[in-house]
């Protein structure tokens, strides 16, 4: 059972107040973009057994999305943010470098 | 290999069991082989198997991480149907239905598939309309499959409460000759006819590296050192991503836990699988008479083995509705599996962008009733470069947007 | 014209807590910059009330604003007085970017009071009900059971329970259960 | 025989009789007795059979870790199969009956298992019963489920005559086990002023150092557990449950315990159980520890039992389940046992204590009472078949050659003590060996990690390794201060009190008695005693290659009984280990998971069964459609009528009248479901544009527009009319239950994607009730009902108005679904029924009906309008549907117009929208599909298309039908061939979809 921060009204929610959306910082791609960029998108995802960034909805709660950083393999949380950004922030990246040094996520690291 | 019958169960008895040779051999890796397999599970035994029987490609080792058939071969429900929507689907589930009919005589090893009949219940007008959609389906695609009224559901489960105040049982999608087996039995019932073609089970041997040259797969390197491989294939369930990232490419897939628990056993009460999609749940009885239960997949990324409550709960709520008499059964154990995930929510079987690496996996929750007609596809495509029954379930689909969604007609594909 | 009716028409039941449905509440939600001045002060003049804080309320009798995220709050009014205090708030809000409609009868509202409370309502929702973690005049958006509901401590012991209209008779069944004889917790 | 004894049990109330039934017979207890008690107080010593051979068993244990008293407990909607004897509390009136014999527990047909036992080794079955084929099913199958199963299922109609129910409990520290060390734990956190709660998952607290005596603070165990007791009780920061049992630990300090309300008393009223979903900062297992059994021939007969269990029958309630017993060891904690029974006047012939060099301080004290101790010595086999009668005794060392026999009754073994390392292991709490006492503990050094990565479970006590009183006590103050430290305690140093203890000798492993026992003796020394694994099978599994810990479990079934293994485990193990000769480590263990002892379905369910199984939504006129002949039909959680029966109207007759009456005079259409979301700001317009594939940012205030919805991924997800109300704001509808959805799906894109655009969502579905008034004489009753002018000129053909009805503030859209002249008009939800009363009143001269989703449906197939979930289903694009219309080719982009453009999606040969109609005026079977030449590479039938809606029309009295069909459009007039199911192969016409009114005339009126 996750309990996750929900950096938006403050509240520590349990799984079953939330939605998991997936991945977290993928970058849209629209008409004019090529075949693989769109397949990207829209298919290929990260799936690492460690440091991940995904997307969480506080549905049953305030309603709004944000951002955890967790890892896959122990289901420790390293952080979560707000959803408005392209990517991670430094207090967060920081905080999985005490965790996890030499982690790398795409192009973050 | 030795015979197993009642015969030798019973010449052994006079001798205290003491003349059993062991079901496989524990070799150590030889230097090279023509095709190395990753993963000792239902699939990479199965492909192996059929990759000796069918094109007799025998010089094969299956490297395995854990122990043989320890991973989601033996953590599943046990569910064998083929009664799918797609046509892709429909042929390479009923290919394995087929084999599973005959897979004990082939085998010599009793895996105790019990065609005891699956239905998959209808409880909203949608799910009547979806369901006669199968049906048709499946008369095209040569499965055997039949639309049933309330009546007959009740006669074929006597404990199903079909007046349920939430969801009336509306009928359902009746496949006769569905049903189950045991799981473990299947991962080992290949292994010991593996063995005995002279392929190599390695277990505790954990690959470590996936080695090429100019664009072909040369072999792997592993825990008990480098061994050379003129073909490749990669069929480790919850860790393709893994493996493929060795091999130097991406899949479209995600690893996240499908749970399933147990109740204690109880007198024989309920002879077929019966699927409740609207509700999410599913129950079947084994033959040691625990009620065998499962439902959906936790929604986020994990490599634990490990799911949530949550979950148990609703498909347990759904289950006690459906069947009103558990209630007062006790859940003994609940336990969970890494399944990958594609797009499409169906399999991935095809060449991969490195040369003579081939990839099965992406099975989601419907692994297990799939092995033998995995194995057997996947042995035609590695052995010959083709197969009908793989080729929808191609990497390129997810590019040309040719999916294979099975959830469309109210399906899960569990 | 005939008088409106409210989801339940006023059912009460009486266990271990007693579960009022309250009849129609004025409400409207207001989305918008909860920090923006002129925001506040058209919430404040319906209700004559502060903009509460996250996850408050600021409530007496049937005016009040509660906390829903940070860009939407809950404004409470007389339900006779809706939509004049909506209209005020409109004209009040001018043409700075928000959104202001009007929701009293896509709801429902329950109280539910009495020693036991806290206990009901703690077997439907995950949130920490002991008297120390939530007080008069906090606020919460979580769910009952299996759907979503909002819920305020109006005075020690004595919720106001929101939830949509369509699942009145659903969240009211299940306050029964939970209120059911005999089974006291006895630890809130 | 076993019987009552004048005096001790601690635990029984010996002035409250009580009587209770087993197998019919009625028998008398105390208060306070358990099942397994009050049974051995009427020497019923056997209390069920086992699983495979069913073989007598007798109870062997005393608690939860019980694997033969299994019963069957209660009557019909109270019948409960295997509950264990032990943990079952007698209560007044109780019934019981034991398991999985026919027909009795005396005589069992099933025993001739035994007979055939030889016949029978580990895994027989994946050696036999493979030839014939079908026999499998028919013949061996049915005969293996019926001898296996254990209990009694409940009867078929069976209905739970209890409720259950949650209660979500947060704290800081959550203490699992109410023996000494749980109790001192929960002190020692206590004091430091965070909250804790303590479960113990028995009646009684104080567990069993009570039973094993020494003292504590120099007074008896007892006094201190009471001082205790009544001390936590008094602190306000401690919440303490008994018949509470931690279940399981989760991930994120989340945890499970299982609370038994009435099992112990069935006519209190309340819920029967109560499952604790509890959120803890930290956990402390204080689960104490679980004796072995030894491992010789005939331990498994009724009579032979733990040395521990015994104990607390003398002691707990005053029972000994023998006169002349002898006792079997290999540490010194037996030996309290032997001066238990001796006190309480019950002869103890032998103590044969396998360690050469015997017992300690405890034997002296046993020789001092008389007893005879022979060091060394072995049980080679006990003999007896429903009841010990005798052991034969040898040398530990050696094959078992019997030197001596002893007539008993009764025979007590211990095997060394095994910590309960379940919890600690749930969430992936780590192991280690520990030699000196032969068991596995929890290793401090690999935790269970929670949320912030840090350990978030400790372990107390004898759960911990710490079997001594003195150890227990010390280690469990420190487990509990640092677990309220690390929970945001402030520190305080709670002394540990002083237990004190005989001292005693180390235990010596003994796997197997005799240390080399012949193969005659190892096919009778069971490991497993209710799944009858004995010694040489998990011997013959090793040998056989299944040398995995998990392969041998599974091939054997050890430990997969309902005990979970929880006696025969680690005896197994050390079998394995020497049968592969490697250390036990090395072997390592089985994975545990929850629950610790199996939970009821029903109290994991909680309230959700019958009523509240799942929320219905209603519409503010759900009622009226309930008294007026609704036949329901489930639409996602809401409920729609699907058509209104008149007395003795079939289904079918009154959809086809709703369908008549609509087109010919007027219909009544509850549609409130349909979803109604605000969308409003400076760049509403812009989103909608790329929400929808048609353009709405043009739309004009006044004026509604049809629109369509895709997934990113190209596929129609949803549709609806969208109304501009004014420069910033639209009203979007959405389809039944789509509100939720979409609503979600705009403000995800709106939070996640377009964050900088400037644009409020919000959901007023449920704001309104909303009518369709439908057929030539719609005008006619809102005229009648006064109001806002609804005349073709002031509110044509896809606009909207405010205004009043009748009186009733509305908003009227002059939408269509239907074809037909129709309005939709939207009131407040209170005053739904009345305006929905006062147009059926006034549409009585124009013979107004409500018509149901059936007819709705038909309705707008007999126009060709396509229906998301009929002609959609997730793998439709518009351009499948001939909509194109509705793609906007203004727009750079929108959701899905990429997805949209790949080859697949532009394939000439993806199948379109046609009409279809039968050749002969039948109506197609729902589903079906067309055919084309020959078959697939897989030998599958080619298909060319499918029927996605198809219905009888009452109005041109024949079967209509949409599908999608290859090349469709291009083949209007071609009869295709589509087979059904029902034998029937179906010659149908490729025809435009349009069926009715071609030209809408009857909706531009």
């Known amino acids: 059972m996750l309990i996750l921060h929900c950096p938006c009204c403050g509240v520590d929610a349990e799984e079953t107040e939330l939605h998991a959306g997936g991945e977290a910082h993928i970058k849209r791609f629209g008409p004019g973009s090529d075949d693989d960029q769109f397949h990207d998108y829209l298919f290929m995802r990260e799936n690492p057994k460690g440091v991940h960034f995904e997307r969480w909805q506080h549905a049953n709660g305030c309603g709004k999305w944000f951002h955890a950083a967790r890892c896959t393999a122990t289901l420790e949380v390293f952080g979560t943010y707000r959803a408005q950004t392209t990517e991670p922030p430094k207090d967060i990246r920081d905080a999985i470098t005490a965790k996890r040094p030499g982690w790398v996520w795409r192009e973050f690291s | ?414 | 014209m005939s008088e409106p009716i409210s989801a339940l028409n006023g059912a009460r039941y009486d266990g271990i807590a007693t579960i009022e449905e309250l009849g129609l509440q004025g409400m409207i939600t207001l989305r918008g910059d909860l920090d923006e001045k002129g925001l506040a002060k058209a919430a404040a003049a319906a209700t004559d009330q502060q903009m509460p804080g996250p996850r408050k309320a600021h409530v007496t009798d049937d005016s009040g604003l509660c906390w829903m995220s940070p860009d939407e709050v809950l404004v409470l009014v007389p339900y006779a007085e809706v939509e004049d205090k909506l209209a005020g708030m409109v004209k009040a809000l001018g043409n700075s970017h928000a959104l202001a409609v009007n929701v009293s009868d896509a709801r429902a509202v329950f109280r539910v009071s009495g020693t036991h409370a806290r206990e009901v309502v703690a077997k439907l929702a995950p949130v920490d009900l002991s008297d120390g973690a939530f007080k008069p005049g906090d606020f919460r958006r979580t769910r009952l059971a299996q759907v979503a509901a909002a819920f305020w401590m109006e005075e020690d012991g004595a919720f106001r329970i929101v939830c949509f209209r369509s699942v009145a008779d659903y969240v009211f069944k299940l306050l029964k259960v939970a209120a059911q004889p005999g089974s006291e917790v006895g630890v809130l | 025989m076993s019987t009552r004894l004048s005096k001790l049990g601690r635990l029984i109330d010996r002035t409250k009789q009580v009587s209770f039934s087993f197998n019919g017979t009625t028998m008398r207890g105390f208060a306070g007795d358990t099942l397994a008690s009050a049974l051995l107080a009427n020497d019923q010593m056997m209390m069920g059979r086992s699983f495979k051979y069913h073989r007598p068993r007798g109870v062997v244990a005393s608690g939860a870790e019980e694997p033969n008293a299994l019963v069957g407990l209660g009557e019909g909607s109270r019948f409960e199969p295997n509950q264990r004897a032990t943990t079952t509390e007698l209560f007044e009136g109780l019934s019981a009956k034991s398991q999985n014999h026919w027909p009795n527990l005396d005589f069992d047909i099933g025993a001739v298992n035994t007979a055939f036992a030889r016949f029978l080794p580990a895994g027989f079955y994946y050696k036999m019963f493979i030839h014939p084929q079908p026999f499998w099913k028919h013949v061996y199958e049915p005969f293996i489920r019926k001898s296996a199963g254990l209990g009694k299922a409940p009867d078929a109609e069976t209905r739970d005559a209890d409720t259950y129910e949650h209660f979500y409990a947060f704290t800081d520290v959550l203490i699992i086990g109410g023996g000494v060390a749980g109790l001192q734990a929960a002190k020692a956190a206590a004091l430091t002023g965070v909250k804790v709660l303590l479960v113990e998952q028995t009646a009684h607290w104080g567990g069993r150092a009570p039973v094993d005596g020494g003292t504590i603070d120099e007074g008896p165990v007892d006094k201190f557990v009471e001082q205790i007791v009544s001390e936590l009780e008094t602190m306000d920061n401690v919440t303490m449950r008994l018949r509470c049992m931690g279940a399981g630990i989760y991930d994120h300090g989340y945890a499970l315990a299982y609370e038994r309300l009435t099992d112990h008393a069935p006519q209190v009223a309340g819920p029967r159980h109560r499952l604790w979903r509890i959120r803890a900062k930290q956990i402390v297992t204080a689960t104490g520890a679980i004796e072995r059994p030894l491992s010789f021939a005939g331990n498994d007969v009724p009579g032979v039992m733990l040395a521990s269990a015994m104990r607390d029958y003398v002691v707990n309630w005053g029972v000994t389940p023998g006169e002349r017993v002898v006792v079997a060891t290999n540490n010194d904690d037996a030996y309290r046992t032997a001066i238990t029974l001796k006190n309480a006047g019950v002869d103890v012939l032998r103590i044969l204590d396998a360690r050469a060099s015997g017992g300690g301080a405890l034997a002296d004290e046993v020789r001092a009472l008389g007893i005879r101790v022979d060091p060394g010595k072995a049980i080679a086999k006990v003999s007896g078949g429903k009841r010990v009668k005798k052991v034969s005794i040898c040398n530990q060392e050696g094959i078992g050659g019997a030197r001596d026999e002893v007539s008993c009754d009764a025979v007590a073994m211990s095997g060394g003590w095994s910590p309960v390392v379940h919890l600690w292991s749930h969430c992936g709490g780590k192991l280690i060996w520990d030699d000196a006492q032969a068991h596995f503990r929890p290793d401090p050094d690999r935790p269970p990690l929670g949320a912030d990565g840090a350990g978030f479970v400790s372990v107390a006590g004898a759960a911990n390794g710490a079997l001594a009183l003195g150890e227990t006590l010390s280690d469990a103050n420190a487990a509990g201060l640092a677990a309220a430290k690390a929970a945001g305690g402030k520190a305080k140093r709670p002394k540990a009190p002083l237990g004190e203890s005989a001292a005693e000798l180390p235990m010596e492993p003994v796997w197997l008695m005799p240390a080399n026992a012949d193969t005659p003796l190892r096919v009778k020394s069971w490991l497993d005693f209710q799944n009858d694994v004995k010694v040489s099978d998990v011997q013959l599994a090793a040998r056989e290659g299944y040398e995995s810990v998990e392969h041998t479990k599974r091939y054997t079934t050890l430990g997969m009984a309902t005990d979970q293994g929880k006696l025969s485990n680690i005896n197994g193990l050390a079998i394995l280990a020497d049968a592969l000769n490697a250390e036990i480590p090395q072997v390592g263990t089985t994975t545990f998971r929850p629950p610790y002892t199996p939970i009821s379905m029903g109290a994991i369910g909680g309230e959700a069964r019958g009523e509240v199984f799942q929320p219905i939504r209603r519409t503010p006129l759900h009622d009226w459609h309930d008294r007026n002949g609704a036949d329901w039909e489930p639409v996602g959680h809401w409920r729609r009528p699907y058509a209104y029966q008149l007395p003795g109207e079939s289904v079918e007759a009154a959809v086809n009248r709703e369908v008549k009456n609509t087109r010919e005079n007027l219909g009544l259409l509850d549609a409130s479901t349909l979803g109604k979301l605000i969308v409003k700001g400076p760049d509403a317009g812009r989103f909608l544009d790329m929400m929808y594939t048609n353009m709405m940012s043009t739309l004009k205030p006044g004026k509604c527009r049809y629109g369509l919805m895709c997934s990113e991924n190209g596929f129609l997800i949803d549709d609806g009319v969208v109304a501009r109300i004014d420069e910033d704001t639209w009203l979007c509808h959405t389809t039944t239950g789509g509100a939720e959805r979409i609503h979600a799906h705009m403000e995800e894109w709106l939070q996640t994607e377009w964050w900088d655009w400037k644009v409020y969502v919000a959901n007023v579905t449920e704001q309104y009730a909303q009518v369709a008034v439908v057929g030539p004489n719609a005008r006619k009753v809102l005229e009648k009902l006064g109001g806002m002018d609804v005349s073709k000129e002031a509110l044509p053909f896809m606009e909207w108005r405010d205004g009043q009805i009748g009186g009733f503030d509305c908003r009227a859209y002059r939408i269509s679904f239907s074809g037909e002249l129709s309005y939709e008009i939207a009131v407040a939800a209170s005053r739904g029924q009345a305006f929905w009363d006062a147009l059926t009143e006034a549409g009585k001269e124009f013979g107004v009906m409500p018509y149901g989703t059936e007819c709705l449906h038909i309705l707008r197939a007999e126009k060709g309008f396509i229906m998301i979930g009929d002609e959609t289903d997730g793998t439709v694009i518009p351009q499948d549907l001939g909509l194109h219309w509705a793609l906007s080719k203004k727009k750079e982009d929108y959701l899905g117009k990429r997805a949209q453009q790949r080859s697949h999606m532009a394939d000439p040969d993806r199948w379109k929208l046609v009409g279809l109609e039968t050749v002969d005026g039948s109506v197609l079977p729902d589903g079906a599909y067309a055919v084309g030449e020959g078959t697939n590479a897989n030998g599958q039938r080619n298909m060319i298309g499918r029927v996605t809606s198809t219905y009888y029309s009452a109005n041109l009295d024949r079967g209509i039908a949409m599908g999608l069909v290859k090349h469709g459009p291009d083949r209007m007039g071609e009869v295709i061939e589509i087979p059904g199911t029902d034998g029937k192969s179906y010659k149908a016409k490729i025809v435009d979809p349009v069926f009715f009114d071609k030209d809408g005339e009857k909706q531009n009126v």
């Not at chain 2, 797609?86 to 009923?94: K, L, V």
């Not at chain 2, 082939?106 to 009547?128: C, K, W």
């Not at chain 2, 979806?130 to 006669?155: D, S």
């Not at chain 2, 309920?270 to 009620?291: F, I, P």
């Open chain 2, 1 to 414: 290999m030795k015979h197993y019958s009642a015969f030798a169960v019973a010449r052994e008895a006079l001798r205290s069991h003491t003349g059993w040779e062991r079901a496989w051999r524990s070799p150590e890796p030889k230097k090279r082989y023509d095709v190395i397999i990753v993963g000792a599970g239902g699939h990479g035994l199965a492909t192996a198997y059929y990759l000796g029987k069918n094109y007799g490609i025998q010089n094969v080792a299956i490297i395995e991480k854990g122990w043989l058939g320890g991973g989601n071969t033996g953590r599943n429900t046990t569910i064998i149907r083929s009664n799918y929507l797609q046509d892709p689907s429909a042929a390479i589930y009923e290919k394995s239905r087929s084999l599973y009919e005959h897979l004990s005589q082939d085998l010599n090893y009793n895996l105790m598939f019990s065609p005891r009949g699956v239905i998959m219940l209808a409880q909203t007008h949608h799910e009547v309309r979806g369901y006669q959609r199968t049906a048709h389906a499946n008369a095209l695609q040569g499965v055997p499959t039949e639309w049933i009224g309330p009546q007959r559901v009740k006669e074929l489960v006597p404990i199903i409460n079909l007046e349920g105040p939430r969801y009336p049982v509306l009928g359902g999608l009746w496949q006769e000759r569905g049903g189950t087996a045991r799981h473990d039995a299947v991962a080992w019932g290949y292994a010991r006819a593996c063995s005995a073609m002279g392929m190599d089970i390695i277990q505790k041997c954990e690959v470590t590296g996936v080695r090429q040259e100019n664009g072909r797969v040369t072999g792997v390197d592993t825990t008990k050192g480098a061994i050379e491989c003129e073909k490749l294939g990669i069929v480790v369930a919850g860790h393709s991503g893994q493996l493929a990232e060795m091999a130097g490419f991406r899949l479209p897939l995600e690893a996240v836990a499908l749970q399933a628990l147990v109740s204690e056993p109880i007198k024989p009460c309920m002879d077929v699988v019966v699927m409740a999609n609207t509700v999410h749940g599913y129950m079947s009885q084994s033959d040691k008479g625990e009620m065998v239960i499962g439902g959906g997949t936790d929604g986020f990324n994990n490599y634990t083995q490990r799911g949530s409550f949550h979950h148990i709960e609703e498909t347990v709520r759904a289950l006690v509705e459906t069947f009103p008499m558990i209630s007062r059964l006790k859940m003994l154990r609940q336990w969970g599996g890494i399944v990958d995930m594609t797009g499409d929510r169906s399999p991935i079987l095809s060449k991969t962008p490195l040369g003579n690496c081939f990839i099965n996996g992406g099975w989601g929750t419907g692994g297990f009733k799939a092995i033998p007609g995995s194995g057997w596809g996947m042995a035609q495509l590695m052995a010959t470069g083709h197969s009908p029954l793989t080729e929808a379930f191609s990497l390129d689909r997810f590019k040309e947007g040719r999916f294979i969604d099975e959830s469309v007609a109210a399906g899960v594909a569990h």
